[in-house]
């Protein structure tokens, strides 16, 4: 079974890292500026959603809906790079968001989903991540982690639930779908298309950063067979054979879409889900590091779109917990610091 890389481990790679860096950038260098600057793009795997304190706090009145957590990849390595500098500070600017689609990064404004406390008439619209990382000349790193939402990757995990509760194959149903909507071959062609202008328009906005885009988790277990069928802490009511498609035919082909239009732009791809196999949602509860359908997460997150208060869980939609957040820092803060060394 493969493990993440360890706290010590890690710990020794980033002190490494920093010492190299310290040589190459001395602190006294006159052009150097005073920081780097990081800016944080993504979804909810990268916000956050439930794995810690929201940022800002329940009650700050700038909330914004997108469910930013301590906890979350960009919070710890954030953490590890205040304590082992590379060189100098990086200061880091989180505008991932819960809900967004590739489109949201660059090019649209997006209306927030969170279910914790909204107001009264709903989330306003937000401003691209882009915008509100403030992008520019002066940007050195871009991490960027989306893509599931466009397929959309949870809306064909419930649709297969459903399908599943009736005996029926959603393989079939995405590979060859009603008239009117789109196949998954379709779909990941599409996701394709809007990565390359995410990616383009990220590039346009911050013309001298070095762009690390970020893959999914191992989210589904190597056989479906492996979950017990029925089992909201796991997948639920989705068939054995459905598992294996979605976790061959939708993640792994999303990951390879992901790495390929990442490669093309000359850009680092952080592969984070080779080192989770093995720790997927139908793993024991110590042992995973998504939480399945319904699962463990902090007090203040409710059981939205699922009823998970019957067996006294909440609604957590095969989401990385801590423990994924974790293994994806030691993998994005090493990726960091390597792009830093080659500015």
């Not at 927030?112 to 009264?120: A, K, W």
């Not at 089992?231 to 792994?252: E, F, H, M, N």
């Not at 869980?313 to 974790?326: C, D, F, I, K, Q």
Request: aromatic share 6%; glycine share 10%.
């Amino acid at each position: 079974m493969r493990h993440h890389v360890s706290r010590s481990r890690g710990r020794a790679i980033a002190a490494g890292l920093a010492l190299t860096a310290a040589a190459l950038f001395p602190s006294g260098s006159a052009d150097a500026a005073d920081q780097y600057e990081w800016a944080a793009l993504g979804d909810s795997y990268t916000a956050g959603v439930f794995v810690g304190e929201p940022q800002p706090a329940l009650g700050d009145v700038s909330r914004d809906g997108c469910d930013r957590t301590a906890n979350a990849y960009p919070d710890l390595v954030d953490r590890e790079l205040a304590e082992f500098p590379p060189g100098k500070p990086v200061r880091l600017t989180n505008a991932g968001c819960g809900g967004a689609t590739i489109a949201d990064i660059a090019k649209n404004k997006q209306t927030p989903i969170s279910p914790v406390d909204p107001p009264s008439g709903g989330w306003a619209a937000v401003d691209p991540q882009t915008q509100r990382a403030k992008l520019g000349d002066g940007t050195d790193i871009v991490t960027v982690g989306v893509g599931g939402n466009s397929l959309p990757f949870g809306g064909i995990l419930l649709k297969c639930l459903e399908l599943g509760h009736g005996g029926k194959s959603c393989r079939d149903h995405y590979t060859n779908p009603p008239e009117g909507e789109e196949s998954i071959q379709d779909r990941l062609a599409r996701v394709q298309d809007e990565y390359i202008e995410m990616l383009a328009l990220v590039h346009q906005a911050a013309p001298n950063a070095k762009v690390i885009t970020v893959g999914y988790p191992a989210v589904l277990p190597e056989e479906g067979s492996a979950c017990n069928r029925g089992d909201l802490t796991q997948l639920g009511s989705i068939a054995p054979a459905d598992v294996d498609w979605l976790r061959d035919g939708v993640l792994k082909q999303l990951n390879t879409t992901i790495q390929r239009v990442t490669e093309f732009f000359g850009d680092r791809y952080v592969d984070v889900h080779s080192s989770s196999v093995g720790h997927d949602v139908c793993q024991p509860a110590e042992t995973k590091w998504v939480e399945g359908l319904c699962g463990n997460a902090e007090a203040y997150w409710p059981g939205a779109l699922l009823n998970c208060a019957a067996i006294d869980r909440r609604s957590t939609l095969v989401h990385p917990n801590a423990a994924g957040h974790e293994n994806t820092a030691a993998h994005v803060e090493r990726a960091i610091r390597i792009a830093l060394l080659e500015r």
